[in-house]
């Protein structure tokens, strides 16, 4: 039989955790084979980069399923089932697909993370099922755009989740690397952890010339998904730029700022930059920090000027 596509495995997935056991997704792949009697033959199908097709859309299926709650990984490379995961289970014991996980939010957040702002315009405008449909008949292009994004969105949060089970040290140090790799320093700056006591809240500085007459401070705070950063944080971030002498920061979290958050940085006399966790895994993901290019695609056109008789 052919492997069938990835959503077709969500409610196997589900039931293979459904005893609440943490499990790697090797031991999850042969539970589901064997419900779904995937042969060893099927199993040797592979993609263009090596990897079999079956490990893949498995793979697919449980990211998916992390994305909108029902999974969640205790630790590097386990996955358990949710609370949530169990009633989406006994709520649709014979498939779970896109349609299911768009109830929650956090779904509808991953997948708007990878549209542009106007397909999640159009995407609104009708219901989940006819946005599906107009997706999967897209010019191959705009599929192959669509693919790349929602592939790099999942990585970005993956990535993110890794760095919340991180230390603090971790994120002061990673905060610094994605502001240099964006240009912030120039090559005869420098940029500098300051994460010990008497630093007065500021985690790093980025000198922009060799004297480090123009400095831009930072400060980073690895928080819960569920934290909101809210507006006492930025002034007290503020007033240890004033108490640095600085006009200029970064205020970086792992989580999210409040609307009081972000309206107060705006309207501050120093230049305060706000990066939420979900901006930070973007920045992470194009950098090429904490991820790496996998595979390379070479989309071919006519070369109309060969043609050109004239």
Partial sequence: MAVPEYQTFMAPVLRALQDGQPRPASEIREVVAAEMGITEEDRQELIKSGIPVFDNRVGWAITYMVQAGLIRRPRRAINQITERGLQVLRDHP???DNRVLTQFEEFREFKSRARTQQQAKDDAAQPASSAEAAASVGAPRETITTAIKENNAAVASDILMRIRERDPAFLEVLVLQVLTAMGYGG???????LGRSGDEGLDGVIKQDPLGLDRIYV?????????TVGRPDI????????????????????????????????????R?????????????????????????????RVDEDFFDES
């Fill in 94 to 96: 014979a498939r779970v």
């Fill in 187 to 193: 090559a005869a700056g420098s940029a500098e952890r």
């Fill in 219 to 227: 400060q980073a705070k690895r928080y819960a998904a569920e934290r």
């Fill in 235 to 270: 002034q007290g971030f503020v007033g240890a730029l004033h108490g640095a002498q600085a006009d200029r920061g970064v205020f970086i979290t792992t989580s999210r700022f409040s609307q009081d958050a972000l309206d107060y940085a705006e309207k501050v006399n120093a």
């Fill in 272 to 300: 305060v930059i706000l990066i939420d966790g979900a901006t930070l895994a973007e920045l992470l993901v194009k950098h090429n920090i904490g991820a790496q290019d996998s595979e390379t695609f070479v989309l071919k």
